[in-house]
T-cell receptor, first 116, second 115 residues
Framework: EPEVTQTPSHQVTQMGQEVILRCVPI?????FYWYRQILGQKVEFLVS????????KSEIFDDQFSVERPDGSNFTLKIRSTKLEDSAMYFC??????????????FGSGTRLTVV | DQQVKQNSPSLSVQEGRISILNCDYT??????FLWYKKYPAEGPTFLIS?????DKNEDGRFTVFLNKSAKHLSLHIVPSQPGDSAVYFC??????????????FGKGTHLIIQP
C-alpha cells in the first residue's frame, strides 16, 4: 500500500537553528499538508499546498515557516529559526482529491522535532 | 478556540461490545467530517468520513452518525476488537470547492478495548 514517508523520524536541534523536515508524498497525490501535534495537545493544521503554491495556512504558519516542493517528489517544511515551542511531532499528509470529494488524507509517521 | 470538541479523553469498552465515540463542533460552516485512528509512533490513519448532506455512513464495523441540528457526530464500532485500541480523532473541514482545505481536529479520545 502506498505510503507517505517522512525523514528524519527524530530531529534534535538547538534553539535558533534552521531545520528542514522532509516528506515524500504518495506519487499520484496532488494535495499536500503539514500538521503538528505538540505533546498532549491536538493535531493542528499548518499549511496546505496545491499546484505548486500554498493554498491555505494557519496562524501558526508565520514567517519562520516555509514549504517547498523542490523536485516533484519531495515536500519540505523549513523552520528558519527554531524556538523551544516549535518542539512537536510534525506530520506530513497527502491526498489525491480535495477533502470534500470524499478522500481522507494519508499521513506519514511523523518527525519528532525537539528544540533544546 | 475549540471548534471541534471530543469531551472524553478516554473510553474503556469490553471486547465484543459497541464502542461509541462522540464529537461536537461549533462552526456551522463545517460540511465534511472525518474520523482518524492513531497508534503510538504512527501518523493518523483515515477511517471513515461523512458529508453534511448525509446523516449516516457505514463501512464494515464502523458507522458514523451526523446530527447537524445538534452539531454532533459519533463513531460506532461494532463489535469492538483488541486492535481497535488507539486514539481516535474527529476532524472537520469547510469545503471551499476549489482548494486544499485544512482540517480542524479534536483533541482525541483514547479507546481501550478490554478482553
Amino acid at each position: 500500500e502506498p505510503e507517505v514517508t517522512q525523514t528524519p523520524s527524530h530531529q534534535v536541534t538547538q534553539m535558533g537553528q534552521e531545520v528542514i523536515l522532509r516528506c515524500v508524498p504518495i506519487s499520484n497525490h496532488l494535495y499536500f499538508y503539514w500538521y503538528r501535534q505538540i505533546l498532549g495537545q491536538k493535531v493542528e493544521f499548518l499549511v496546505s499546498f496545491y499546484n505548486n503554491e500554498i493554498s491555505e495556512k494557519s496562524e501558526i504558519f508565520d514567517d519562520q515557516f516555509s514549504v517547498e516542493r523542490p523536485d516533484g517528489s519531495n515536500f519540505t517544511l523549513k523552520i528558519r529559526s527554531t524556538k523551544l515551542e516549535d518542539s512537536a511531532m510534525y506530520f506530513c499528509a497527502s491526498a489525491q482529491r480535495e477533502q470534500g470529494a470524499g478522500a481522507g488524507y494519508t499521513f506519514g509517521s511523523g518527525t519528532r522535532l525537539t528544540v533544546v | 478556540d475549540q471548534q471541534v470538541k471530543q469531551n472524553s479523553p478516554s473510553l474503556s469498552v469490553q471486547e465484543g461490545r459497541i464502542s461509541i465515540l462522540n464529537c461536537d463542533y461549533t462552526n456551522s460552516m463545517f460540511d465534511y467530517f472525518l474520523w482518524y485512528k492513531k497508534y503510538p509512533a504512527e501518523g493518523p490513519t483515515f477511517l471513515i468520513s461523512i458529508s453534511s448532506i448525509k446523516d449516516k455512513n457505514e463501512d464494515g464495523r464502523f458507522t458514523v452518525f451526523l446530527n447537524k441540528s445538534a452539531k454532533h457526530l459519533s463513531l460506532h464500532i461494532v463489535p469492538s476488537q483488541p486492535g481497535d485500541s488507539a486514539v481516535y480523532f474527529c476532524a472537520a473541514s469547510e469545503y471551499s470547492g476549489g482548494g486544499a482545505d485544512g482540517l480542524t481536529f479534536g483533541k482525541g479520545t483514547h479507546l481501550i478495548i478490554q478482553p
